[in-house]
């Protein structure tokens, strides 16, 4: 409500929130009427949803929200809220392992996470050319613009809007 927000996307909504659907309802009141959670995604707007579904990227490693809302004047946009596969090291560091097999752990989890990362941003890519509205992904990519995933996203003509119109770290 500070930030005068049209649509709130959570990610890992179950793992994070633990509150049912009633009880998420009650937070968000007056002109944040519109409430739909599909999976580990949330989606708080201000318009209506017309459509808000489960998709799985072509590799099928996990899935993404596909969310329709009506805007004023009786137009559609469409949200695609994803989060592309985690780094996968962080429990590495816990595990107990020997070092050596914590570094080798490490380093092949993190090529093999990084292609499936690039595998779900092309899925993406591919996906968006078949969207005839306006068209917004968000969510987690897990990646820095260098990275591959990013360029992927990029090259099938998506604009990064934090680097259009954003400030500060963006992290």
């Known amino acids: 409500r500070e930030n005068d927000l049209d649509v709130l996307l959570l990610q890992e909504y179950k793992s994070h929130w633990q509150l049912d659907q009633k009880a998420f309802s009650k937070l968000f009141k007056g002109e944040y009427k519109h409430i739909s959670i599909q999976g580990e995604c949330a989606c708080i707007s201000r318009f209506p949803i017309k459509e808000h579904k489960r998709m799985k990227f072509e590799d099928l490693s996990d899935s993404f929200s596909d969310i ?86 990029h090259s099938a003509g998506l604009k990064d809007s934090f680097h259009e119109v954003g400030h500060g770290s963006g992290s």
């Open 68 to 153: 329709i809302l009506t805007l004023p004047g009786n137009r559609n946009v469409e949200i695609m809220a994803v989060h592309l596969m985690t780094t996968g090291i962080s429990g590495f560091a816990s595990s107990g392992a020997p070092d050596s097999a914590i570094g080798l752990g490490m380093a092949l989890t993190f090529i093999q996470n990084g292609d499936i990362r690039e595998n779900q941003a092309i899925s993406l890519a591919r996906r968006t050319g078949t969207v005839n509205r306006p068209l917004i992904i968000a969510g987690d990519f897990n990646c820095l613009p260098w990275a591959a995933p990013y360029r992927q996203m």
